[in-house]
């Protein structure tokens, strides 16, 4: 197509689109940009594999260095494996965009969105959603678009749409808001404890101005002349549909009635009706009959269409009865326990979060700063995270066998999640300046982890003895939408997050919300209806929280007593080679004396670790010793470290030499220095004089009994 350049000021900044300059082959490319940040989103497509029955829909985000002027590290000197942030950013350009392909497309679909320029002040993903919606139409791919995303901040009282870096990380709120023609697709949030009321009018604000992003779209169409691509559905098979419902239907809804059945039971009764109900009567069939055959030359078709019978059995129960699988209420929550301290104190906080048959195992682990994550070469401008919350979900965890691999996308999502829910509640690094880690371990599933992870990483903190202000709870809300007929569960579990809707988790304290994530299966919500979710996830929230503090309701007092023991203090920044000395000398001497690990920051902030206080506070006093300023008149206990014809050197803290002259050795007249001291004796000094070049002059005169033992008792 020929080159296409538009501009849409919107909220006060323009946003560049150009298409046709870049990526010719490619389905559809657009070069997204806003100050100095631009994206290039691409999407192309191919025909399918066979025998696939899912949407084949792969999402990559790519950063390049150079897109902020720098050389990668390493060896190999180019970029390798992306970055966690990066990963999180393709789950949420992919999040938005799946709901709105037909479920039923089964050719290859790729959206790569890569950042080639990058400024400080505007972040690229918000910039990758809108694009991978105009690549998609360009591309001219099947889609109930179009599609864009903004991020809202909150600063003061005022909401902003598309904050700067600094205006995200001084407010109160980061929220990223995409939406289509029909309402709101994915919401992704964290909040410093923001009322319910605020977070619906956040996202409200949001949408308005993902609307005009939408309609902006509509007239580049228009421009351009092009429409957004359409294709029918495959046809159904009615003869085979209804003949799988005569057959099963009432056998399901007796399983789906039973709620005495655990997931386990449900889900084998389920299979033994389609693998014997259905398979014994189409046995039965002769030969030549037509769904006989069809079967035989589709045996995935028998499947789908009892997953959508089953589906839509389920849903209408619900719809219509108002009673789900395990016979709760629409608001109604699982049963709950909760236990703390399950493991010895060598895990230095452990915490088990039960909610039905979900069962989240977290662990929490105090380090010192120097166990920070770097987060190395990406293009974001924070450099290190000093909370780190990894998630597990093991495959016993469903019952099943599987190889056991790195993790993935939707474990770095549940745990990024899981991490932004803690945040807010942490003690700030003056007052608490330990790196914390907790890992959950997802012993059992059955729906909602990720919030399991929240309440369980709460209690695992509470457990280690970590000052969190607030603990934290959350809950995963579903929805089902039987066209005007909607309903909102509370606390879904597996099956309903299967075969509903929607998947809204809602984690905060009993304040306000500190992180939100919501992902649809259909293509959008109204805003009374997101309004409605979040509103009803509150009482739920609360209940969880409530069965929480009845295991434990503060942080435990004292930390493990295998937990590292931390101080810190400042020095001088121009000290800081003092400190560590001639390739790491005097800090590593300081370290093995003590066997405490020490780490200096740029700014001179000192942070001593040690199993034992004594050990830490043996290596502060070393360093402070070494960095004070000496005064005349103060008196030290020195070590003689050399004799000269004159006087002798001698060390009173590390690092620091004066020299005490023959005349000052002692009352009398003293011949040679040897008579009075020897290498290596320790001696009482006072400084007696410091000279405008920073030299000591020291004396053993005029110090008084006192002084002398006192300086004794203190080194």
């Not at 260095?65 to 950013?89: C, K, M, T, V």
Request: net charge negative; proline share 6%; aromatic share 4%.
């Amino acid at each position: 197509m020929q080159e296409f350049d538009k501009s849409i000021s919107f909220d006060g900044r323009d946003i560049r689109l150009k298409l046709g300059l870049l990526a010719p082959q490619a389905g559809g490319a657009v070069l997204i940009q806003s100050g100095d940040t631009a994206v290039l989103v691409t999407a192309t497509t191919s025909k399918g594999r066979e025998g696939i029955d899912f949407l084949p829909l792969t999402v990559d985000y790519e950063e390049r260095l150079y897109a902020a002027g720098r050389i990668p590290g390493g060896f190999l000197r180019r970029e390798g494996r992306p970055p966690e942030r990066a990963i999180l950013i393709s789950r949420l350009i992919d999040r938005p965009l799946r709901p709105l392909f037909p479920s039923w497309w089964r050719n290859d679909i790729q959206i790569i969105a890569t950042t080639l320029s990058m400024d400080e002040e505007v972040p690229p993903d918000v910039l990758a959603v809108t694009g991978a919606s105009i690549a998609v139409i360009q591309a001219q791919i099947p889609f109930y678009g179009p599609m864009a995303a903004v991020r809202v901040g909150l600063i003061g009282d005022d909401f902003i749409i598309n904050p700067t870096y600094r205006e995200v990380e001084s407010g109160d709120l980061d929220l990223v808001v995409a939406g289509s023609p029909d309402g709101v697709v994915m919401v992704e949030a964290g909040a410093n404890q923001l009322p319910e009321q605020d977070i619906i009018e956040a996202i409200d604000f949001g949408y308005e101005a993902v609307r005009d992003l939408i309609g902006a779209q509509y007239d580049i169409m228009e421009e351009l002349g092009m429409e957004i691509a359409k294709a029918e559905p495959p046809s159904v098979n009615e003869a085979l549909e209804k003949f799988i419902s005569d057959r099963a239907a009432d056998s399901i809804k007796k399983v789906l009635v039973q709620y005495d059945l655990g997931k386990a039971e449900r889900d084998t009764a389920l299979d033994n009706i389609k693998e014997t109900a259905i398979e014994e009567a189409i046995a039965e069939l002769p030969e030549d009959d037509p769904i006989k055959v069809t079967t035989s030359e589709d045996p995935k078709a028998v499947g789908n269409l009892y997953k959508g019978l089953t589906k839509k059995l389920m849903r209408s129960q619900i719809v219509d009865e108002g009673i789900r699988v395990d016979g709760r209420k629409l608001d109604e929550v699982r049963p709950i326990s909760c236990r703390v301290g399950l493991l010895p104190p060598r895990v230095h906080g452990s915490a088990l979060f039960t909610r039905g048959l979900t069962q989240v195992f977290s662990l929490a682990t105090l380090g010192t700063p120097g166990d920070a994550q770097d987060l190395g070469d990406d293009l974001h401008p924070e450099d290190e995270k000093r909370y780190l919350h990894h998630y597990n979900f093991p495959p016993f965890s469903v019952g099943e066998t599987k190889p056991l691999r790195s993790p993935g996308r939707r474990e770095i999502g549940h745990g990024a999640l899981a991490e932004r829910a803690i945040l807010p509640v942490l003690p700030p690094q003056d007052e608490f300046p330990y790196v914390v880690r907790v890992v959950s371990e997802v012993v059992s599933s059955n729906g909602s982890t990720s919030m399991g992870s929240v309440c369980g990483s709460t209690l695992a903190l509470m457990d280690a003895g970590v000052p969190i202000t607030k603990p934290v709870s959350g809950a995963a809300m579903g929805l089902i939408r039987e066209g005007k007929e909607v309903r909102i569960l509370t606390d879904i579990q597996g099956i309903e997050d299967f075969l509903g809707d929607m998947d809204f988790k809602v984690a905060g304290t009993d304040t306000g919300i500190t992180a939100l994530q919501m992902d649809m299966k259909i293509t959008g919500l109204s805003m009374d209806v997101v309004a409605k979710a979040i509103e009803q996830a509150l009482p739920a929230r609360l209940h969880i929280l409530d069965k929480m503090l009845g295991a434990i309701d503060q942080p435990r007092p004292e930390l493990s007593p295998f937990a590292p023991r931390l101080l810190t203090m400042k020095i001088d920044p121009e000290q800081i080679g003092l400190v560590i000395g001639p390739g790491g000398k005097t800090i590593k001497s300081i370290t093995e004396q003590t066997g405490s690990k020490i780490d200096i920051a740029d700014d001179g902030t000192v942070t001593i670790a040690a199993i034992q206080a004594k050990k830490a506070e043996r290596a502060r006093d070393l360093i402070f010793n070494m960095t004070r300023k000496l005064n005349e008149g103060e008196v030290y206990l020195g070590r003689v470290t050399r004799i000269i014809p004159i006087g002798a050197f001698v060390e009173v803290l590390p690092g620091k030499e004066g020299m005490i002259h023959i005349s000052q050795l002692a009352e009398r007249r003293v011949g040679k220095v040897e008579e009075e001291v020897a290498v290596g004796d320790e001696v009482v000094v006072k400084v007696r004089e410091i000279d405008n070049k920073g030299r000591l002059n020291l004396t053993r005169l005029g110090i008084h009994p006192d002084e002398a033992a006192a300086v004794r008792k203190t080194f």
